[in-house]
């Protein structure tokens, strides 16, 4: 029988550490109490970086590619079968449990740390490029979710060997005590990261302050706790990778900045004269100056060009406005140009806007570009503007309210605008409705998306409301056909889709005996715009519910 205690056979030691055998004690510096205590402190400090690492390329992977339900089940599904195979790539190392989770932190927080910076720069240089180069940031988001995963997997297994070292007790009780430590960190992770890491610091400054606290803490359990398990060679490689990653991480933070304006010209053009991120979104506003037209982008999805969004908001507004229109709300338009083409109207009263994001609504006030191109929308006494979700606000709104209801609101494909088109939100919206009262709902890209454009009636039809559809095309050689950050291709049809709706079947038409006129529509294009998107209606499908959203 081979005594696990006796000594190793003469000749070199181990290039890592000293293999210890199962039941083998750790050579402590402190009271094995207080050892214990700060390997539980270490693993909660692990559980809450990794949860940050995971956290953070679902939120980076739904603002550079769109539709947040994929990118997040992608991410999580990829990073929980990671980890299954790092818990059994950890098995090879127990016995060399403290060399082995060093070098496991090191390697984790150097790619968690810079994952963020390294997605980004991917997406912001070569997703112009076209063919598998616009592919590459879902690529890269798949390889970063294996290899975050894998290491954390590791783990693990990894610190169980450590903590029993410390002091054996059954495993069992081990088990409890890890995953305790470990649960509790992921909390603290999970919150941190929306509420401080995100607002305070950003997505890669946030990332890379992770990394540098996970390399600090897993350097410092190993190499402070568990140094006499490791030989003066594994002392020196890990103190010099850990110095190395450290270096590194602290570098990339202090160019974050600089390399963020870099990136953003990359992916916006020289002329960025606004960028500024909401407790929302991202709002950039490019142009308006040198005679190029103003650009709003909102999270990098192009929502306004100055140059083309008279055509959008006209088809939009004015339609609906060709009947009674004395109380309007809008739900979302918080760049203040439907309110702009509201108040053209007479017999205008009174315009409630209704704007999840409160800094844009500061910036269409008080921007000089984007407050010109509304005419000062928000200066006029009847608009009230409130910060609110559309759905919220329709739940808490009295019968009968509005003559006319606009639906501005973001592109129904984009997870956080599923349920404002929805089955349910049309029965509130037509609550709120006046019984000759009008709604009209900017549905997507009728040519380019047919499925979600009719989707939508079909949804609007079910709460009651029937539709007419009608659609008006687009200009811009950047318009976006969908809700992902992709431009259309050369041959892809540019178009915004709409669809009138009422308790009766409604009337297509333009009150051209007004004034002032629509600049870019007229009763004949209307009327043809409507036979165009009626050739591309899809017959059949559901309405999306709150519980069975179908975008």
Known sequence: MIDPHAPAPPGSPPSWGVPRGPDAPARLPVRPAVARFLVLAGVFVCAACGLVYELELVALASYLIGDSVTQASVVLSVMVFAMGLGSLAAKRLRRLAAAGFGAVEAVLALVGGSSAMILYAVFAWTGGWGGLWADGPRFLLVAFSLAIGVLIGAEVPLLMELIQRVRRQDAGGAVADLFAADYVGALVGGLAFPFVLLPFLGQLTGALITGTVNAAVGAALVLGLFRRDLSRRARRLLLTANVLVLALLATATVLADDFERAARQAVYGQDVRVAVQTDVQEVVLTGDTDGRSLGLFLDGRLRVDGSDERRYHEALVHPVMSGPHARVLILGGGDGLAAREVLRQSGVRRVDVVEFDPGLTRLARHDPGLSTLNDHAYGDPRVRVSAQDAFRRLRATS???????ISDLPDPGITASTKLYSQEFYGLVRRVLA?????????????????????????????????????????????????????????????????????????????????????????????????????????????????????
């Open 399 to 405: 019968s009968a309210a509005y003559d006319v209801v």
């Open 435 to 551: 019984p000759d009262g009008r709604l009209v709902v900017h549905a997507g890209p009728a040519a380019a998306r047919p499925r979600t454009f009719w989707t939508v009636d079909a949804s609007l039809r079910a709460a009651g409301l029937p539709t007419v559809a009608y659609r008006v095309a687009a200009r811009d050689a950047g318009f976006a056909p969908g809700p992902d950050r992709t431009a259309a291709g050369p041959g892809a049809p540019r178009d915004w889709g709409f669809l009138l709706a009422a308790r009766k079947p409604p009337a297509l038409r333009l009150d051209t005996a007004r004034d002032p006129r629509p600049r870019t529509l007229t009763p004949r294009s209307l009327a043809r715009d409507a036979r165009a998107v009626s050739r591309t209606r899809v017959p059949g499908l559901p309405p999306s519910t709150l519980v069975h959203p179908r975008y």
